[in-house]
């Protein structure tokens, strides 16, 4: 029975990045499952060519599901579509700007998660694994957070509200963010963003939408 899978999110500007992504990753593991979240840039329409493009692509490739986002869609909701649409109890999502470069990697996560929940690999939501218990207990990603930026600390504090520590971190070598948020041409530039403390770019408007969640009518607003 599995028990991991891989949730991936992507957009237009990554179609070489995921491809290379996808096929080093079933070099070390030709029949675990990988879920795409595939997105729409902001204000735009999904290119037919791209659409296509990535579906004959994973036509390729065992075990290859992708899930089609025909409008821009935020993170938090996608991810929550990743674990959702899961069939093993644990995923590991990341971006599609991540290098998997072990062999091994794989199968020490699996044996991670014989113990853990969920867990942050070195040190970044850019790449962490999330069991569907844990998001049942926490709560699944918050949706009202429309672009990307701000959904880990807001999962994290609620983790931290209930279990009084820090979601763990793992070191696994060879599985490294490439891009670690700077702006460069394959960003959605449509998005105005912010720069963060570490020099990231952030959308703004998940931080102004972050910044009125301790408003009292904050748990009356729908997600959508």
């Known amino acids: 029975m599995k028990t991991l899978s891989i949730g991936i999110t992507t957009f237009k500007n990554r179609l070489n990045d995921i491809k290379k992504q996808i096929v080093d990753i079933k070099n070390y593991d030709k029949n675990i499952d990988i879920l795409l979240a595939i997105n ?40 929550n579509n990743l674990i959702v649409h899961s069939s093993t109890s644990h995923i590991f999502i990341m971006n599609d700007d991540i290098t998997f470069n072990n062999p091994t990697g794989i199968e020490q996560i699996k044996r991670e998660i014989e113990s853990k929940e969920v867990f942050k690999i070195n040190n970044t939501f850019g790449m962490f694994i999330i069991s569907k218990n844990i998001a049942d207990k926490i709560g699944y990603f918050d949706e009202r ?80």
Request: with cysteine; glycine share 4%; net charge neutral.
């Open 40 to 79: 729409t840039n902001y204000n735009e329409k999904m290119p037919e060519e791209y659409r296509k493009d990535l579906l004959m692509f994973c036509c390729q490739h065992e075990n290859i599901y992708p899930l089609m986002f025909s409008k821009y869609t935020g993170l938090s909701k996608m991810w």
């Open 145 to 224: 957070l429309i672009a990307y930026g701000e959904e880990d600390g807001d999962f994290k504090n609620r983790y931290f509200k209930i279990y009084n520590k820090e979601v763990e971190s793992v070191f696994i070598n060879g599985i490294d963010n490439r891009i670690q948020n700077n702006r460069e041409n394959s960003y959605d530039i449509n998005i105005q963003c912010f720069k963060d403390m570490w020099g990231g770019n952030k959308p703004l408007i998940n931080r102004k939408i972050l910044n009125t969640k301790s408003a009292e009518n904050w748990s009356d607003e729908k997600q959508y």
